[in-house]
């Protein structure tokens, strides 16, 4: 099976595609969500990393004292963000949960919720998992979504006419009530490292909201 070849269940694509990746990729942790990190929650506390893939948040968070719970569909991805683990001296921060996030959700309150490029072409209620991802930050907490704002050479949707959301309209879908501060919401350009050590310019749609106390 190709990655361009359509599927409808999240498991089999996922899987497959992490399966197919080099294990290192992935390991290092995205730089826009580290700068906001380090900006915004400079005080570790417990973190939800959503669609975690290969750990390269999950496992800078941990070094950072951060509590992760990790969380991806592909066993894959989870075997190899436990191994990252262990090489890192984290398994006790590290905490690989698997989720199918279009049907089931972690529980609990997290000081900090990221989902760093959360995209799929398998059809789910990708709103609604946002807006559970909202309701999963505690008092105080931040909200991180950090999505493509254009696509890569490297991009599964390298190819196709594509359409990305501006950080308004992603902020606007949370429909969010009145308890939020918005701390980032904008659209940066970065030279971004692919599979293979390519280079692209690319964008990025931040946004960065804070639940009021």
């Keep these: 099976?190709?990655?361009?070849?359509?599927?409808?269940?999240?498991?089999?694509?996922?899987?497959?595609?992490?399966?197919?990746?080099?294990?290192?990729?992935?390991?290092?942790?995205?730089?826009?969500?580290?700068?906001?990190?380090?900006?915004?929650?400079?005080?570790?506390?417990?973190?939800?990393?959503?669609?975690?893939?290969?750990?390269?948040?999950?496992?800078?968070?941990?070094?950072?004292?951060?509590?992760?719970?990790?969380?991806?569909?592909?066993?894959?991805?989870l075997d190899r963000v436990a191994a990252g683990a262990r090489a890192g001296g984290v398994t006790d921060r590290v905490h690989p949960v698997r989720h199918d996030l279009a049907r089931t959700f972690p529980a609990g309150a997290f000081d900090l919720v990221c989902a760093t490029y959360f995209h799929t072409p398998v059809e789910i209620p990708r709103a609604e998992v946002l807006r559970r991802a909202a309701a999963a930050v505690a008092p105080n907490g931040l909200l991180i979504v950090v999505e493509h704002g254009s696509v890569a050479p490297w991009s599964w949707q390298n190819g196709q006419d594509v359409r990305f959301p501006t950080p308004e309209e992603v902020r606007a879908a949370l429909d969010l009530d009145a308890g939020w501060r918005t701390e980032r919401c904008h659209a940066p350009r970065r030279t971004a490292t692919g599979p293979g050590g390519r280079t692209a310019t690319v964008t990025d749609t931040v946004v960065a909201l804070r639940r009021t106390p």
Excluded: K
């Design 1 to 77: 099976m190709r990655d361009d070849v359509a599927v409808t269940d999240s498991t089999t694509f996922w899987e497959h595609h992490y399966a197919r990746l080099d294990a290192g990729w992935g390991t290092a942790p995205n730089p826009v969500l580290a700068d906001l990190v380090t900006a915004l929650a400079p005080a570790p506390g417990t973190a939800l990393d959503l669609g975690c893939g290969h750990g390269g948040d999950a496992l800078w968070l941990a070094g950072r004292g951060w509590d992760v719970t990790a969380v991806d569909v592909a066993p894959t991805a």
